[in-house]
């Protein structure tokens, strides 16, 4: 008999500061399969104002080990992209932004390929001083171009609660360290080699560029994977292509949230390439009505109008939007890899080059092209490959 173990290491633990650097021990013994995280508080009180959530003031959620050897590196919207990818659906009914009244979201840090991975986790007991980090900032007024959003006034709280696999016959394969590889600036008519270091084996290769108007429909015309020096290019292809191919191998993505806003103002939908629907509640007037959209390269604003006259309305309502589709905080997975398929994982250290190319528009004007990667540490030394 196994089971996962779930208990908190932090309970209803209010932030230090509005702004810093709060540093959780883990346990130092025992298999990880993964980290549950909950905050929640109270938003800044100005209304219309929900571009900046708790996933942007997590600025960067990591877990640390021997000091200062990455397991995981990622932004708050990227764990939420990651937990998609991963089998990890969101608990969406509660995500919400509710300015001056509540904000809530949940995390959840898989260290397998999906959630409760018997194969893949980290063995506490061969590394020493187990951290989560947490870099935040709860001032923030805007994010990654979007302007509309409220500092809060007073820290929120955090709940933390560790995944432990409690079964003495299982020997973990090892775990899946995911973290940013490479970056570069949106360009107009970039071209671009975005390189990836040899020598990890890799499970898994994202592209993100998640910015106001600057989605990767926005800014991606090619992309290509290059294998020495053009060797092997194994796909390349337009961004089109690409998001067919993420819902074929990853289905249609869902995420529902809960925000106060103004119509026809811009807003960071969570899912890129989606459509939408929703319900208006409280504020505006009755004869306000919202407005149905195909969401496309982080342009698309939040529309109500009027539904005598069919002009677009600038009223305030309580919303509730569910998003169905793909790029979850434009986070696109390479479908070079299955995460599932062990024989689709690409061993580095035996390539010479290697490379993910991007071309981008004439519209790329700003932004930033980031590589994430997915990669199976099965050693516990460093580097973590021979």
Known sequence: MHYFQQRYIREGRTFPSLAGMETIDLPNKGLLSGIEIRVWGIPGVTVNKPDVWLHDRLKKIEIIVNGSQVVKSLTGEQLLAMMLYKKTPHYSHDMKNDQ????????????????????????????????????????????????????????????????????????????????????????????????????????????????????????????????????????????????????????????????????????????????????????????????????????????????????????????????????PFSVAAIPLFDPWDEDTWIDSSKLGDFWVRIEETAGATGGIMKLLADEVVTRYVTPSWP
């Open 100 to 327: 001056g009244t509540s904000c809530e979201e949940f995390f959840y840090i898989n260290l397998g390929r999906h959630y409760h991975d018997l194969e893949y986790m980290l063995d506490l007991g061969q590394v020493n001083d187990p951290e989560l980090r947490i870099e935040y900032d709860f001032e923030m007024t805007s994010a990654n171009g979007w302007t509309n959003g409220d500092a809060m006034t007073a820290a929120p709280q955090i709940n933390v609660i560790c995944h432990m696999l409690r079964d003495p016959a299982v020997i973990p394969k090892g775990y899946i360290k995911t973290s940013e590889i490479h970056r570069t600036d949106n360009a107009a008519n970039l071209g671009y080699n975005l390189t990836v270091q040899r020598g990890p084996m890799y499970s898994n290769l994202y592209l993100q560029s998640w910015y106001k108007s600057m989605g990767l429909a926005a800014v991606l015309d090619h992309y290509e994977v290059n294998i020495n020096s053009d060797d092997i290019i194994p796909i390349r292809t337009r961004i089109q292509e690409l998001i067919a191919e993420n819902v074929r191998k990853y289905g249609l993505m869902t995420m529902i949230q809960q925000f106060v806003t103004i119509g026809n103002q811009s807003y960071p939908w969570p899912l890129e390439a989606a459509t939408f629907d929703g319900l208006i509640g409280p504020g505006g007037t009755a004869d306000s009505m919202l407005m149905f959209f195909d969401l496309w390269g982080n342009a698309m604003p939040v529309a109500f109008m009027t539904a005598t006259t069919g002009v677009q309305s600038a009223d305030t309502h309580k919303c509730k939007f569910t998003s169905h589709g793909a790029l």
